[in-house]
């Protein structure tokens, strides 16, 4: 991973590399879209939760008792911003089965480009669990600086930012706000275009992982 700034990476493994590029052809159809979408979620979730902590236990194996690690109790929760990070839980539930999962949903102003809230669900308790945001598109970073500020508000402390494509505007303007926050970028495009639209990017992530337009 090449760190941009301090508590910011952008990934450089080839499969992920690779499965972007499948991402932004425009001839890739829904079913295909949301399947990588969720393969990327899957290899991302593994290189940024390479600090979870471990403890030991004790196991017999067939040959004899032995004390070997699993992951420290179960405090995981997993938060997509509606409706693109969905398509990025089910690749991350697949290696952190009884993670909890939350909500938040946001959606952009066509005009504006200004974020709007409109529903947030989140496990109760959050505090002591680490939070792993999902978001495929981080363009002008108001979606997540705002659901980061909510997921705060609710005591959440530890958290990561999961996001497949991002401009640098964005990146720039989440890791200002929120110096602390882990931020996971597959790849960091060149600028956003007039509309807020990530260039080159992949289009609508919604409505490409949902087939809508
Ligand atoms: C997209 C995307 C992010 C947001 C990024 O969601 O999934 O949440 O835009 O843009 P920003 O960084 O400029 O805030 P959108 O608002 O289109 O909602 P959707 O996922 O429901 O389609
Ligand atoms: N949201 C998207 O889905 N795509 C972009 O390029 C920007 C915001």
Known sequence: ??????????????????KITMLRDRRTGTNEFRKIVEEIGMLMGFEALAD????????????????????AGRKLAIVPILRAGLGMVSGILALTPTAKVGH?????????????????????????????????????????VDAVTQIKEHGGKKIKFLSIIAAPEGVKRLHEAHPDVEVYIGHIDRCLNDAAYICPGLGDAGDRIFGTK
């Open 52 to 71: 979870l902590p471990l403890e030991e236990v004790e196991i017999e194996t067939p040959i004899e008792k032995c004390m070997s690690p699993v992951i």
């Open 1 to 18: 991973m090449k760190k941009v700034y301090e508590n910011v990476y952008e990934m450089e493994h080839p499969l992920i590399q690779h």
């Open 104 to 144: 938040i949903g946001m959606y952009r102003d066509e005009v504006t480009h200004e974020p709007h809230e409109y529903y947030c669900k989140l496990p109760n308790p959050i505090e002591e669990r680490t939070i792993v945001v999902t978001d495929p598109m981080l363009a002008t970073g108001g979606s997540a």
